[in-house]
């Protein structure tokens, strides 16, 4: 498969401290990645250079078939270009049904133009009922999303950014705050979303990581310890010592 991002050789300091530390990795078209590591690892760090929120002090990062340099882009410029990303806190309007916060995001994918003389017509509709199924919220398309479960505005939030079509979906620890059963239907709705674009999910919750049944990067001091299978990256010496805190 080939490559869809490539960091390599970043790092950066915050007052002297090397949050990320000559990091590299690379992810795949439609792959499914879980990168998981202790507090403090860099992990939403690196998720902050990838969308432009935060400029390294060293390295490359490159997207997409031409290999295009997301250094050089702003923030809007990265996520126009299909990165898009989940931040832990749901950002749903709350007084707008679940059809309408999606419609909304649709709306946003067509570009700033186009929202003032959008009317959605029945392919939008259909877009809408697709993406509802997609995040297990059919049944709830004309409910509040204020009235919506923690899980479920979690899901909703997903749908949005799939409305956009991204290329890239990156994910900040999904499962936090939701059940079991919960994180379950999460593991489902990112496995499937990985069909068609690279996902990158950052998570905690072992169990939700061995669902997901992807190839594990652990992060550790800003740069990567081990990569592999989650039963690979779980019996490995250096990732066990960091986690007993040895
Ligand atoms: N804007 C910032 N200014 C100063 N220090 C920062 C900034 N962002 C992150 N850090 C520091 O960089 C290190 C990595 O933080 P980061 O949030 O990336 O870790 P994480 O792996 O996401 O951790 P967690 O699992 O707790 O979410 C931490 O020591 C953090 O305090
Ligand atoms: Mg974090």
Same mark, same amino acid.
């Given at each position: 498969?080939?490559?869809?991002?490539?960091?390599?050789?970043?790092?950066?300091?915050?007052?002297?401290? /090397?949050?990320? *530390? *000559?990091?590299?990795?690379?992810?795949?078209?439609?792959?499914?990645?879980?990168?998981?590591?202790? *507090?403090?690892? +860099?992990?939403?760090?690196?998720?902050?250079?990838?969308?432009?929120?935060?400029?390294?002090?060293?390295?490359?990062?490159?997207? +997409?078939?031409?290999?295009?340099?997301?250094?050089?882009?702003? #923030?809007?410029?990265?996520?126009?270009? +299909?990165?898009?990303?989940?931040?832990? $806190?749901?950002?749903?309007?709350?007084?707008?049904?679940?059809?309408?916060?999606?419609?909304?995001?649709?709306?946003?994918?067509?570009?700033?133009?186009?929202?003032? !003389?959008? $009317?959605?017509?029945?392919?939008?509709? &259909?877009?809408?009922?697709?993406?509802?199924?997609?995040?297990?919220?059919?049944?709830?398309?004309? $409910?509040?999303?204020?009235?919506?479960?923690? +899980?479920? /505005?979690?899901?909703?939030?997903?749908?949005?950014?799939?409305?956009?079509?991204?290329?890239?979906?990156?994910?900040?620890?999904? &499962? !936090?705050?939701?059940?079991?059963? #919960? $994180?379950?239907?999460? %593991?489902?709705?990112? @496995?499937?979303? &990985?069909?068609? @674009? !690279?996902?990158?999910?950052?998570?905690?919750?072992?169990?939700?990581? @061995?669902?997901?049944?992807?190839?594990? %990067?652990?992060?550790?001091?800003?740069?990567?310890?081990?990569?592999?299978?989650?039963?690979?990256?779980?019996?490995?010496?250096?990732?066990?010592?960091?986690?007993?805190?040895?």
């Amino acid at each position: 498969m080939s490559t869809l991002l490539e960091v390599s050789g970043v790092s950066v300091s915050f007052d002297g401290f /090397k949050a990320i *530390n *000559n990091l590299s990795f690379q992810i795949a078209e439609r792959e499914l990645r879980a990168v998981i590591g202790p *507090n403090g690892a +860099g992990k939403t760090t690196f998720m902050d250079i990838i969308t432009g929120k935060t400029r390294p002090d060293e390295g490359r990062v490159t997207y +997409g078939d031409k290999g295009a340099s997301l250094l050089s882009m702003s #923030e809007s410029r990265i996520a126009q270009a +299909g990165v898009g990303r989940k931040f832990q $806190r749901p950002t749903v309007f709350e007084d707008q049904s679940v059809a309408d916060n999606l419609m909304m995001a649709l709306k946003k994918a067509r570009g700033p133009f186009s929202v003032l !003389a959008f $009317r959605p017509d029945e392919e939008d509709h &259909a877009k809408i009922a697709k993406l509802a199924e997609e995040i297990g919220l059919s049944g709830a398309l004309h $409910r509040k999303s204020g009235e919506l479960s923690h +899980g479920q /505005k979690q899901w909703l939030e997903i749908g949005m950014l799939l409305a956009q079509e991204p290329r890239l979906l990156l994910v900040d620890e999904p &499962a !936090a705050g939701m059940t079991p059963t #919960e $994180r379950e239907h999460t %593991t489902d709705i990112l @496995r499937e979303a &990985a069909r068609t @674009r !690279a996902v990158v999910v950052v998570e905690h919750d072992m169990e939700f990581v @061995r669902r997901l049944n992807c190839k594990v %990067t652990v992060l550790h001091e800003g740069s990567v310890l081990a990569e592999g299978s989650i039963d690979y990256v779980t019996k490995n010496e250096k990732v066990i010592d960091v986690y007993l805190g040895r």
